[in-house]
């Protein structure tokens, strides 16, 4: 296609839509008077404008530039606050899990004498002179 026909047919789209200025309006109208192709492409223009029977939006590029935005920054927000809750709970629960599984060690120690201490599994042991021994407080049956 030739640029003078490109022209020819923006024009008349132009025209269909009432777009034109009144100079653009007359020459449309001359071709369609003296060029048969012309007309037809104005018949077939005007065929599918109607088939479609919609209004042409106007989109504003700029203002859905900025929605995005605030959707994504939105969902980025909301995707920290999740993070930071688990981060929270999974804190939490470990120090409870360390806080009820803590061991408090006792120490008993001798000083000049020997001593016999009995331990909470019910053994016996003999501390020598100026030692000590450390042990868990729930110290349980048969452990070491």
Same mark, same amino acid.
């Given at each position: 296609?030739?640029?003078?026909?490109?022209?020819?047919?923006?024009?008349?789209?132009?025209?269909?839509?009432?777009?034109?200025?009144?100079?653009?309006?007359?020459?449309?109208?001359?071709?369609?008077?003296?060029?048969?192709?012309?007309?037809?492409?104005?018949?077939?223009?005007?065929?599918?404008?109607?088939?479609?029977?919609?209004?042409?939006?106007?989109?504003?590029?700029?203002? +859905?530039? %900025?929605?995005?935005?605030?959707? /994504? !920054?939105?969902?980025?927000?909301?995707? =920290?606050? @999740?993070?930071?809750? *688990? +981060?929270? %709970?999974?804190?939490?629960?470990? /120090? !409870?899990?360390?806080?009820?599984?803590? =061991?408090? @060690?006792?120490?008993? *120690?001798?000083?000049?004498?020997?001593?016999?201490?009995?331990?909470?599994?019910?053994?016996?042991?003999?501390?020598?002179?100026?030692?000590?021994?450390?042990?868990?407080?729930?110290?349980?049956?048969?452990?070491?």
């Amino acid at each position: 296609m030739s640029e003078d026909t490109i022209n020819k047919e923006e024009l008349l789209i132009h025209y269909i839509l009432g777009e034109c200025n009144e100079t653009q309006s007359k020459e449309v109208e001359y071709w369609l008077e003296t060029d048969i192709a012309y007309s037809k492409l104005h018949n077939d223009y005007k065929k599918i404008f109607s088939a479609t029977n919609e209004d042409f939006i106007e989109f504003d590029v700029e203002k +859905a530039k %900025i929605n995005f935005d605030k959707q /994504t !920054t939105v969902k980025e927000r909301s995707i =920290v606050k @999740i993070m930071l809750s *688990a +981060a929270a %709970i999974l804190a939490l629960v470990i /120090t !409870t899990i360390f806080y009820l599984n803590r =061991v408090e @060690i006792k120490t008993v *120690a001798s000083d000049k004498l020997v001593q016999e201490i009995k331990l909470p599994d019910n053994s016996s042991i003999s501390l020598n002179r100026y030692t000590e021994i450390r042990y868990a407080d729930n110290f349980k049956d048969n452990s070491i």
